[in-house]
């Protein structure tokens, strides 16, 4: 399929020191994070109920917004005010909403814009039909996210600009990335292996599909990431293991532990964090499980929950390259992710990250 590819801008930073598996938990002089994956228009739709196969029912209000997972998290931490690099990579059409997605990250001046339009393919797009104070449902077209692959992403080059951290989303929702090999590999466990060894540490983030072979397309990447944040339902369709009770559905944790010390068994090199409506952790090789509880809502307070996840793993990859403790980066990401709910789209619920850290008590400074 033809390509047209945008010149980038200019990238502050150089190569100054490597991060790689050595990472201990501290910022090094490597400073960016580049966001790949998914880029879609999301058209949010709030409806009064879900109603039954051929009913009709009301749309109250209406927000198009940009969503996907690198899309929602490099919005989310230029809005929560990075002062480092990003970068954004991924495939989009040659149509309105292509526009609509160049003109957002043209706004946001990113460091480096490794968007690929594709001719004659439509970006991908989803309608999000939600009930307030319920959860939200997709209906979805993947259109150019569907021929992002590994040759595409520009790691060489990400490691010379002096980045630090490459964060892939979603795995499941790209499907060239997610196709397995005869080799057993996956585009994605390819990509992520390529960006360790250029020196950058490696995130990962799956979507909640409910293909049969989720675990099979998961696990090659698993052991290419340095991070894998994901919610209770990919982390148990990863795995096998159910971590609701199966009669109230209460979050059963010795479970979500047992699901991340499985994920950690197969490969993820440094933590599983794990996140849930109630309460997250953060599982890393040799350690107890962190916990942190989630803040507490009135139903009446949620607008949307479409971005909540994202903006959850946005304050936690800014914590992992400032290198900050643990306990602090979730209790940031839980209040992030609270404040996100209050938003129509998204990404235009979440606060500054020194809003944040005041509210957690933690000087950024």
């Given amino acids: 399929m033809p390509q047209v590819r945008d010149a980038g801008g200019d990238n502050a930073g150089s190569v100054l020191e490597k991060s790689g598996p050595s990472y201990d938990g501290r910022p090094s002089a490597r400073r960016g994070i580049a966001c790949a994956g998914n880029w879609i228009v999301d ?3 709030t409806i009064t109920h879900w109603p039954n ?30 002062d480092f690099p990003l970068a954004a990579i991924g495939c989009i059409g040659d149509d309105a909403y292509g526009g609509m997605v160049r003109e957002h990250c043209r706004r946001l001046n990113v460091a480096r814009d490794d968007l690929l339009t594709l001719v004659g393919t439509a970006t991908a797009q989803s309608h999000v039909m939600t009930v307030p104070g319920k959860s939200r449902t997709f209906f ?13 992403v520009p790691i060489d080059e990400l490691a010379a600009d002096g980045f630090r951290l490459f964060y892939l989303g979603y795995l499941l929702a790209l499907d060239a990335l997610d196709r397995l090999d005869t080799a057993g590999t996956t585009g994605a466990s390819v990509l992520l292996e390529r960006a360790q060894r250029a020196g950058l540490i490696t995130c990962a983030d799956a979507v909640s599909d409910t293909r049969s072979d989720f675990d099979r397309i998961v696990a090659p990447a698993l052991p290419h990431c340095d991070y894998l944040i994901v919610n209770e339902i990919e982390a148990s369709r990863a795995t096998g293991v159910a971590v609701r009770a ?22 993820v090199g440094r933590a599983v964090i794990i996140h849930a409506p109630e309460a997250a952790v953060w599982a890393a090789p040799g350690s107890e ?18 971005g909540a996840g994202d903006a959850f793993c946005a304050c936690l990859l800014y914590g992992i390259h400032e290198g900050w403790p643990v306990p602090t ?23 500054a990250m020194t809003d944040l850290a005041e509210s957690a008590r933690f000087d950024i400074r």
Avoid: F, K
């Fill in 246 to 267: 199966a009669d109230a559905g209460a979050l059963e944790r010795n479970s979500v532990e047992a699901a991340a010390a499985r994920l950690l068994e197969r490969g």
């Fill in 140 to 152: 979805y077209h993947g259109g150019a996210n569907d021929a992002l692959t590994a040759d595409a």
């Fill in 329 to 351: 980066m979730l209790r940031i990401a839980h209040l992030g992710a609270a404040a996100s709910l209050a938003g129509a789209t998204a990404t235009d619920g979440l606060p």
């Fill in 43 to 45: 058209i949010v739709h």
């Fill in 289 to 306: 499980p962190e916990w942190a509880d989630a803040e507490r809502l009135d139903p009446d307070q949620i607008v949307s929950p479409v």
């Fill in 53 to 82: 196969q051929g009913d009709l029912v009301r749309i109250s209000r209406q927000a198009i917004g940009l969503g996907g997972g690198a899309a929602n998290v490099l919005t989310d931490l230029h809005t929560l005010g990075a």
